[in-house]
């Protein structure tokens, strides 16, 4: 027994997965072997193993976030991939979820990294915010686009394929009084913007309060994740630029 780091009631705890299992499913081949990602390692990626967990959760909870927000996002995002095999750099896609479900499915990643020990989530901390994500999640309320914002980057690799093989562990950029922890899972680097105050270039270029969110391609083996973040975030009118294509 232990207390569930959601509904903070002793409980016998779960080992909980921070990523769940099936965000792993593009990194394995027919025969379940690893296929082989080239050049990570040298540009200060860190990958994250699969099956990697620890004890967070009661059943319930588990039950909750399996249901509320994992099925649904398998079902918007994983189910009907809105992203192209190809792109290029500076191309933008658009693509429709719904928000509520959507939105609470990323701040569930970040609250699952945010309290677990695991080193390679180490980075992620979120002070009075954790308590506030925490009853997002178990009350179902995403809150407007203004809480936690959310902001997209496409990844492509040399070859100009949308990287859906890279899974990183969490960064975290300071900006404008923002903590941004950038994860990196299914071929985007997903942005959660942390603060009290309002990230207007996330509102504006990121999940919109209707559903709708446009994803940024960029080059994954040319920036580091915090000189991604710090470029993205200096020209917010090149990443506002009208779709050259659009992906729905
Ligand atoms: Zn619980």
């Not at 980075?123 to 997002?136: A, S, W």
């Not at 630029?241 to 729905?248: K, L, Y």
Request: charged letters at 20%; hydrophobic letters at 40%; aromatic letters at 12%.
């Amino acid at each position: 027994m232990a207390m569930c780091k959601l509904c903070r009631l002793d409980k016998p705890l779960c080992q909980s997965h921070i990523y769940p299992e099936f965000l792993y499913a593009t990194l394995y081949n027919d025969d379940g072997r690893m296929m082989g990602i080239t050049g990570v390692g040298r540009r200060g990626w860190t990958l994250v193993q699969k099956g990697l967990r620890d004890e967070l959760l009661c059943r319930e909870c588990e039950a909750l976030l399996n249901e509320r927000y994992e099925i649904p996002f398998q079902q918007q995002w994983t189910n009907r991939y809105p992203l192209p095999e190809r792109a290029n750099e500076g191309e933008m896609f658009y693509a429709q979820f719904a928000y509520a479900t959507f939105k609470l499915f990323h701040l569930s990643i970040l609250f699952r990294a945010a309290v677990s020990s695991h080193p390679m989530f180490g980075v992620v901390t979120l002070g009075k915010h954790e308590d506030i994500i925490r009853r997002m999640i178990l009350g179902g309320d995403a809150g407007r686009v203004d809480r936690y914002p959310i902001f997209a980057t496409a990844l492509i690799n040399g070859r100009a394929e949308i990287e859906r093989r890279l899974i990183a562990a969490p960064t975290l950029t300071r900006v404008g009084g923002h903590r941004i922890y950038g994860f990196t899972f299914d071929g985007v680097l997903w942005w959660y913007s942390v603060s009290s105050h309002r990230n207007l270039e996330f509102e504006r270029g990121g999940l919109q309060g209707n559903g709708a969110m446009a994803f940024y391609v960029s080059p994954w083996h040319e920036h580091a994740v915090t000189q991604a973040a710090a470029k993205a975030l200096r020209n917010p009118r090149q990443r506002l630029r009208p779709a050259q294509r659009n992906g729905t």
